[in-house]
């Protein structure tokens, strides 16, 4: 008896090791491919003639387009903030874009000290616990400082850098960068700048990693943000050479865009040939709408730029495949938001949603099976300072500082031109109302615009006055942001 009792234990132990293995095995490998400052039309799968983008157009055949996609705010710093906690940056007071200008109310430090609190959970620190190996690559831009480091922020590999834009070309000792921070770095604190041209440079590095946890037989969640098709304007001659009908700096974000689809394409290549691309999930989406004066970007069909709340500034390209999962060539009309990527990756991975607490993001796995037909998001919401947009099913208000608020239905006019505020006054107080009771839930915003009265008392001043100060300085030109 004691041998038959000895036999089931063991051959308990074995089924339950075969069973944790096969869920390990099932899990899916997870690539974010993210791009900075594109323009929404920019793309094959988005109707371009002009831009190459072969690759990206692959992963919308082979996925889910989502024709609403958007970021949780129209700059780069904050939007991915919103991105890597899955909620509302807002909601741990990351408001700004943490550029030269701003200043904590409580330490008077700017720049590197412009992070996400490190006690904020990440999109890398919820995978790795579902025992996922991380890797981020590119451009970090959520803070400088130490603390706020990729490593100390759930990425097990870090090859990029900490600052918000750098060139594509290796720095030497008689071409600094401007930071420190916009030095490239591998892990912590071991600067390493590249050879060649710094988008392929990511994919390759990228590919490494794969590689390398693909022989490991661990799932593997590579984060690759591109610091394409960002300023500086520079791209190789070769892909200058594939646009000759171009100039300016058109014919140099078109170039750029190539480069971005090129390594995008050696990364599929590579999950192809290992024999993983149908047990992976690559996502590929943007921070922020086109800055269509710097780079000559193109938003078209909307209204707007990088930093404001027209469609423009918010909406973005938003592709997700998965193979036997998402249907092939599909598309997903309802609103969604970049951080729903996080809920959807730890869902993936055999996470249970419920252990998340406090984020704003839905799992859009249901939704876009079609087993949950509603929307992932009745309301969204966006905000910066007394700025700040709601939409409320089709309906979107923009509210302004110095003017009157602003009513649009999207459907019917996604170039936001016709106001119809005065036509739904009700309509416009409602939606105000909302508005002001989600923003009672915020966190006061931890950084705030540098001043000519620096003196005043800041941490006594409460939000409002601040606000309104911010407004009027606006209109005085006491705000010193560069």
């Known amino acids: 008896m004691n041998l038959v009792r000895q036999f089931m234990l063991l051959a308990t132990c074995l089924i339950s090791i075969t069973a944790v293995a096969a869920t390990k095995s099932q899990q899916p490998n997870i690539v974010l491919l993210f791009s900075d400052d594109a323009g929404y039309a920019d793309f094959g799968f988005h109707g371009s003639k002009i831009m190459k983008t072969p690759n990206l157009d692959k992963i919308a055949q082979q996925g889910v387009l989502f024709t609403q996609g958007y970021v949780t705010d129209p700059t780069c710093g904050p939007s991915r903030a919103g991105l890597i906690t899955g909620k509302y940056q807002q909601r741990f007071g990351y408001e700004e874009n943490n550029v030269p200008g701003y200043m904590s109310k409580n330490t008077g430090v700017d ?6 609190p490190t006690n904020e959970v990440t999109m890398g620190d919820y995978l790795k616990r579902l025992g996922y190996a991380t890797a981020f690559y590119g451009k970090w831009h959520v803070g400088g400082a130490d603390k706020f480091h990729p490593t100390k922020r759930g990425f097990d590999e870090f090859y ?24 490239m770095e591998r892990g912590f604190g071991f600067y390493e700048e590249h050879e060649g041209y710094l988008t392929d440079v990511l994919a390759d590095e990228a590919i490494d990693f794969i590689e390398r946890k693909h022989k490991e037989q661990k799932p593997f969640f590579a984060f690759v943000s591109y610091n394409a098709v960002h300023t500086p304007m520079e791209a190789t001659e070769e892909d200058l050479a594939q646009f000759p009908e171009l100039t300016g700096n058109r014919k140099i974000v078109a170039a750029m865009t190539l480069a971005m689809d090129r390594a995008t394409g050696k990364i599929l290549d590579k999950l192809e040939e290992l024999g993983i691309d149908d047990n992976t999930i690559v996502v590929f989406t943007n921070d922020n709408g086109g800055p269509t004066d710097k780079n000559a970007s193109d938003n078209a069909p909307f209204s707007g730029t990088k930093s404001n709340h027209l469609e423009g500034g918010l909406r973005v390209p938003y592709l997700i495949k998965w193979p036997g999962k998402f249907k092939a060539g599909s598309k997903y009309n309802y609103p969604v938001m970049t951080f729903d990527l996080l809920p959807t990756f730890y869902a993936a991975g055999g996470g249970n949603v419920a252990d998340l607490k406090g984020i704003d993001g839905k799992n859009l796995i249901p939704h876009v099976t079609g087993e949950n037909q509603a929307r992932p998001h009745d309301i969204l919401y966006w905000k910066k300072d007394v700025r700040a947009t709601i939409r409320q099913g089709d309906w979107k208000l923009i509210r302004y500082p110095d003017r009157p ?40 915003p931890r950084w705030l615009l540098k001043r000519k009265f620096e003196n005043y008392d800041i941490d006594r001043m409460d939000k409002y006055r601040w606000e309104k100060l911010d407004a009027k300085s606006a209109k005085s030109g006491d705000v010193i942001v560069k």
């Open 111 to 116: 720049g590197d000290e412009m992070g996400i």
């Open 160 to 183: 990029g850098f900490r600052g918000g834009a750098r060139s594509f070309w290796p720095y030497t000792a008689t071409n600094k960068p401007p930071s420190k921070l916009d030095y």
């Open 405 to 444: 608020a602003e009513l649009y239905y999207v459907p019917n006019d996604v170039k936001e031109i016709r106001d119809m505020a005065a036509e739904q006054p009700e309509r416009v107080r409602q939606m105000f109302k909302t508005l002001f009771e989600w923003e009672s839930t915020l966190e006061r």
